[in-house]
């Protein structure tokens, strides 16, 4: 795999892209079943995590951390709540296939399908976003492009070549008698942060 960016938002196109696109965003990924929270600053998201931990009665969290998971404090938080949280590459290797939930950040939003793109670049994203049970992903609410045209013209300003990831809601399956079914080959429950805080660091 080769980057030949490192920051996402240089790649953003000049047009078809804002906040402008989020309600049309919103309501395609809440139709696939996205559940999708809306904050001001990164420090309102951390009640918003820490009620999902306590109603999960979730015990373990492996997070690959980001600057606005950073600003919110989400790992100091779950760790005061009692949960192992675990945001090395190595021990994320190690206990994703067995943690509750799945903290991730995604680079920014798709308006015409609701779908959200993941940097897939390092092997422990790609663990937290299809391992756990619950995924629950960060954003900031303005980095939403118009459509599937747009979001590859982004990611080819990123990448010569590697690995993304599409979310489109939970993971969803019907080769089995066409009865659709949740959760079979990855997340049951896939959670998104939007936040329109601007946190610098990074590729925020």
Known sequence: MKKVC??????????????????????????????????????????????LAKFTNAKKVVTVESPLQEAAGICEELKSLGLQVYNEP??????????????????????????????GYAFESRLV????????????????VLGITEAFEVISKVYDNGYISFITGP?????????????VHGPSRFVLIAIDEEVAGGAM
């Open 90 to 119: 190595t021990d994320i290797a190690e206990h994703a296939e067995t943690a509750d939930i799945g903290i991730s950040t995604v680079e920014f939003g798709i308006a015409e399908s609701g779908s959200v793109c993941m940097d």
């Open 6 to 51: 490192e920051n996402w938002k240089q790649a953003f196109p000049t047009e078809n892209v804002g906040e402008q696109l989020f309600s049309e965003f919103e309501k395609r990924a809440t139709g696939a079943a996205t559940e999708l929270f809306r904050v001001k600053t990164a420090i309102e998201a951390r009640e918003i995590v820490a009620n």
């Open 171 to 183: 993971s969803r399956t019907s080769d089995i008698e066409r009865v659709l079914t949740i959760g």
């Open 129 to 144: 976003s299809m391992l756990p049970p619950i995924h629950i992903v960060f954003m900031n609410s303005s980095n939403i």
